[in-house]
């Protein structure tokens, strides 16, 4: 009895001190999953998931805080992404209907006759898309907008408007193939979407 | 297929046996060629109105250097080169520009993008020109410029704007100039009809391109089912074989015409994988662009045509027309009188790698080679897709040894890291997997839906990150402005309450002085010691009271001193009262200044 | 020579620990959905193994066997796989952070994977040397990760292939290791003598 107390006491110290040296030997600065987290995120800096911007979200998710689906902007792809890198499940967008992803990429465009120059919208863009100074005219440097929408609430004279990005050859992208013998197309539309196949003898 | 084919090629009298090789996979596809070889080529007729595309070309598309209104002449500049790679574009023929604006153009997505439009005036009148004054001899650097002058772009296919590629960086030796007469794609013989017809210019502009380029020889290789203009070109290079220019024959596999694929068959040299034939020392330009650089050098003329073929069963008059750029291809249907109740299929390209065309109104571009108008049954669509039954045929067939059913499992599931792991940037989409599959499969556009995807992403992860740079430099500006706020706010207090204490302290000075009863020299004094106390308050900005002290203290030895040795006034008794008076006035003006002085340090310090 | 040859046989391809024994279970279902995962888990659980099967080896012949507390096997054997498991753990992290992130979770988790108690008891009950048992655990480890990187290659195929609704994901994960379990059936008999 004291002899079995003895050696489990003794392999465990034994262990426990093996363990301690490693531990000094074998130190490592705490990896930033943080950083790899923010990677991911689509940096719209919109505050749609409730933390103050992108780096805030990733610092909860990382402590465990946060949910890894509540970012509209990033949609499925976004959060099935973090799921790999965390090797977590990959959850379906918070939200259900109403959060559903963007239906495209949007930009803000300031009315130029209505602006005042009141600056309250530069202050809000979290990216410092907008051009301006007090009481002189304020614009959106289209390149550098996000798409985030915070500057439409602080305008007074609601002068900014939200708009879809019109496609262009530049950013056209090859639709998935459909015409498969599992997914019938109904009949008539044959011809639209195999018009595009290559290879056709 | 897949057996190596390696044979002696027996040519005519003076020129040298070629020894060619194989490349792997390919398809021999019907050519369906006689049907637009019947005649010569013929010119197009100038339509009412021109529409030129700014993005006819690879690279950045060019911008506007005419407004609306302006009148051009055939062959005037009315776009300009934008960034490195671009291309210039010429007026086709005379007119008047009314309208810069976005129209239907020739591409698969159906989707509109900047034209300007010419009205044509029917004049046809040429712009002043000239070719170089001594073509045999003209420089290098020269014949790029020439190049970059007209405008040319890769007529093949590509459109890759030509002056770039005359332009190799000097540590990339060029020691080949492939010219690429294989036109290996069924139905299309525009550049077989070139070669008849005009094998001179081809292949002065050939020599031109060596020429630019320094390189040792030229090849210049054409497919076996082109034998008239084999012969042609033959007679045609007959001198030039001590150049290094030598036609060669090559087999008729689709896609022999594919840059990789024929300079392994004319060389056996492979281009390493995402990477160019100038790597290995080896240029290609397609026949066309020859003729063009041709064209452009010896007699100034920018690219402002090309010889287009109109094919397929629904067209009755098929042949190869010479048509100006920005020509609606409806025209050009309409001049070969195609019959609308007949076509069942409208392709711009050939069947293997060509593209629907869904808006008659959209202009013949630099890209465009043919348009074909198949009636039912020529060129049926492929019935539905199939599961993939692994049967390899793909693999087999691919011409870049690539393994399309792997990548078509990974495009499907969106895996793109995988599709890229198999090397999808490979793929020329030349559509011979999509040919062979016994279950129909639309692999090509697999391949396509996932390259774009791929660089979708790329763009949007730039695009996160430019967004979280400036957001977080956002973070970092708030921060400093907060601090050099709160510090030009501390620097304010710190003046204000300096100022106070010299006041206070001058106020304790000048009644001390009072108390002591020499007017004349307190007022000096006091004037001194505002002087004293004005450079303190200069020279230090940041005050604090145990400095004060010393300052006091030294002020009083000063004074103390000064008491001492101070010179006795000599005429400061007896004056006369204009003297007086003059003193006073002399005394006011200095207190005016000394307040004003004053008045001016607190501004400075209240900043 | 031939004992051990046939040694290494008989844990790697006759009695595979997954396949035929139905042990360590729980990381060949979690970590074989990536082929990168499942080789780091691969090594990870083979460094396990060996190391665990050679120090609770030395734990049982030196420590429980003279001070006749054999009752303490199992619990002394957990003690030493923990051990084992932290000190790789702390390892991995030092030599290559990324497979550290790769493998998150599951690092920790080879403690409670059963191949490798099992294959610590199984030594003692074979009554086998130090060199066997070393070589025991080495073996298994091979077996385990072969397997795990033949069903991640087969799991990542799986991912992209048209699978009915109903059975994407696990069951038709579970269904692919019944196969090839089946299939290991074939080994059986190729380590005779032992």
Known sequence: ?201 | MSESLTRKVTQQVGQNIRKIFSFHGGVKPPHRKSMSLQHDIMQGSIPPKLYLPLAQHLGQAATPAVKVGDKVLKGQLIADLDGPISARIHAPSSGTVVAITKLPIPHPSALTAECIVIETDGNDEWIEHQGAATPQTIAREEIRHYVEQAGIVGLGGAVFPSAVKLDVSPDKKIHTVVINAAECEPYITCDDMLMRERAEEVILGARLIQKALNAKSCLIGIEDNKPEAYQILLKATANYSQDGVQVVQIPAIYPAGGEKQLIKVLTDIEVPTQGLPTDVGIICHNVGTAAAVYRAVYHGEPLISRIITLTGEAVKKPGNYEALFGTPLGFLLDSVEYDPEQVHRLLIGGPMMGFGLTDLRAPLIKSCNCIIAAVNNELDTPPPAMPCIRCGRCAESCPMSLLPQQMYWFSKARDLEKVQDYNIFDCIECGCCSYVCPSNIPLVQYFRYAKSEIWGDESDKQKADLARERHEFQEIRKVRAKAEKAAAAAKRKAALAKKKAAEEKKKALSEAEEAEGNKPESKKTATKENNTAKKNDSDKTESSSAEEDPIKAAMQRVKEKKAQNKPQPKNTDNLTEAQQKQIEEVDARRAKTNESDKEKQEDDANV | MTEYFLLLVSTILVNNFVLVKFLGLCPFMGSSRKLEVATGMALATTFVLTLASASSYLVNTYILVPLEVEFLRTIAFILVIAAVVNFTEMVVHKTSPMLYQVLGMFLPLITTNCAVLGVALLNVQTGYGFFESVLFGFGAALGFSMVMVLFAALRERLAASDVPEIFQGAPIALITAGIMSIAFLGFAGLDKGL
């Open chain 1, 1 to 201: 009895m004291i002899s079995a107390i003895i050696a489990l006491a003794l392999l465990a110290a034994f262990f426990g001190l093996v363990l301690g040296f490693s531990a000094i030997i074998f130190k490592v600065e705490a990896s930033p999953v943080v950083e790899q987290i923010d990677k991911l995120l689509p940096q719209t800096q919109c505050a749609q998931c409730t933390y103050a911007g992108c780096r805030p979200y990733a610092e909860a998710i990382a402590e465990g805080e946060a949910e890894i689906n509540m970012c509209p902007p990033g949609g499925q792809q976004t959060i099935q992404a973090i799921a790999d890198l965390l090797d977590v499940e990959a959850l379906p967008l918070a939200g259900g209907e109403e959060a559903q992803e963007e239906p495209g990429p949007i930009l803000a465009i300031i009315d130029e006759q209505t602006c005042i120059g009141c600056t309250l919208c530069i202050q809000a863009c979290p990216v410092d898309a907008i051009l301006g100074a007090a009481k002189q005219m304020h614009t959106v440097i289209a390149a550098e907008c996000t798409g985030c929408e915070l500057c439409v609430e602080p305008c007074p004279v609601d002068c900014i408007d939200m708009v879809g990005v019109e496609e262009n050859i530049k950013t056209w992208k090859w639709p998935k193939p459909v015409n498969h013998i599992n997914h019938p197309l109904p009949l008539g539309n044959f011809e639209l979407i195999s018009e595009k196949t290559a290879g056709s003898f």
